[in-house]
């Protein structure tokens, strides 16, 4: 009875969890901003607690709010400013990737692939302009999205000590106390969390910049900085780094062997970075295993895109830090941890 029970439970959770993701899916346009306020609210507490209790809780709530805009808006900006210098670069030797473009394709062409023919089918002004309204239109649910996210931190912010008190006001006080854990547990791992990934952007920025100069090819720091930002976006942005950097090199060298080297090259550090060194630390610091690390950011990405793939191992760090408190579900968190230590700390919190 006692294992037709467990079995019951175990399909019950699988159920839930099910659900859950469709409903995640489904309700995107509702469900996505409200976890991205959740996550800035939990990263930026410690800074709006520490300027409350110096100066009013509107003036620290204005302070708080005007980090987090110019943080994203930095990491956009560096974004656009290497986007553009690599733009401009390919915009003035147009003729000379031109060239390369047809000679690489030659012998491609020889074996009946004709990737030129396939660019220029695919490739017109109608589909030049599409793209650009495409673009224009996602700029606008960006802009609205982006406001949306930053009413939620606001009220968020606001309203989180009564919500704090709400909750320590409950009648089952183990509850209370179990819930109260969970909260500070994932507000100290969401920071981690972002802490890691700056630190593994910032690596990844640097190598990147130090070997594309050492390969004598032009931009060395614009490369750098685009893989410094794009690598907030676990996997997909070294994906993109990893396939536009040969073509650059392909590009300026004319020379298929630099391309290679520059393609193995990137590919070691990327990852040497994201896929060894970053999980590693992710999983020690967070109680997460690097396996669960890189399925949370692909499941993520397939369910919310981009931001699903900032946005995945937040999520799973929630998700597993709350059912730490909780007995009957501690076995999924042992069973995903990344050791044998995982979270004492909020164990102790708890008996």
């Not at 704090?164 to 183990?174: G, K, M, T, V």
């Not at 799973?316 to 230590?341: C, K, N, V």
Request: hydrophobic share 60%; proline share 3%; net charge neutral.
């Amino acid at each position: 009875m006692q294992v037709n029970g467990a079995l019951l439970n175990t399909a019950a959770a699988a159920l839930l969890l099910l659900i859950f993701l469709v409903f995640c899916n489904l309700g995107q346009a509702v469900v996505e901003p409200v976890v991205l306020g959740f996550f800035l609210i939990e990263v930026t507490w410690p800074l709006y607690r520490f300027l409350k209790r110096k100066i009013a809780g509107w003036f620290a709530t204005v302070i708080t709010i005007s980090v987090t805009i110019v943080s994203v808006l930095a990491l956009f900006a560096i974004i656009a400013w290497g986007g553009s210098q690599v733009a401009v670069w390919l915009r003035d030797n147009f003729d000379s990737i031109q060239t390369t473009l047809v000679n690489s394709t030659a012998w491609l062409e020889e074996h009946d692939i004709f990737i030129l023919a396939m660019v220029t089918d695919h490739f017109n002004a109608a589909s030049l302009v599409a793209f650009f309204r495409t673009v224009a239109l996602r700029l606008n649910t960006m802009a609205a999205f982006a406001a949306l996210v930053f009413l939620y931190v606001v009220m968020g912010l606001a309203e989180t000590e009564v919500v704090q008190e709400n909750i320590a006001r409950l009648e089952d006080p183990d509850l209370a106390r179990r819930l109260l854990a969970a909260g500070r547990g994932i507000g100290e791992k969401f920071r981690s969390y972002l802490l890691v990934r700056t630190v593994a952007s910032i690596a990844t920025g640097l190598a990147i910049w130090g070997f594309v100069a050492s390969m004598r090819l032009d931009l060395a720091g614009a490369w750098g900085v685009l893989a410094f930002a794009l690598n907030f976006l676990p996997y997909i942005g070294s994906v993109l780094v990893t396939l536009l950097l040969p073509l650059f090199a392909l590009a300026q060298a004319d020379s298929p062997a630099t391309a290679v080297y520059v393609l193995l090259g990137v590919s070691i550090i990327q990852f040497a970075i994201g896929s060894v060194l970053e999980p590693v630390f992710s999983g020690s610091a967070l109680s997460i295993s690097p396996p669960v690390v890189i399925f949370s950011v692909v499941l993520w990405t397939f369910l919310w895109g981009a931001l699903g793939a900032f946005l995945g191992v937040p999520v799973t760090i929630a998700m597993l830090t709350l059912l730490e408190q909780f007995p009957s579900a501690r076995w999924l968190s042992d069973l995903l941890a990344g050791g044998p230590g995982v979270s004492r700390k909020n164990r102790q919190l708890v008996g």
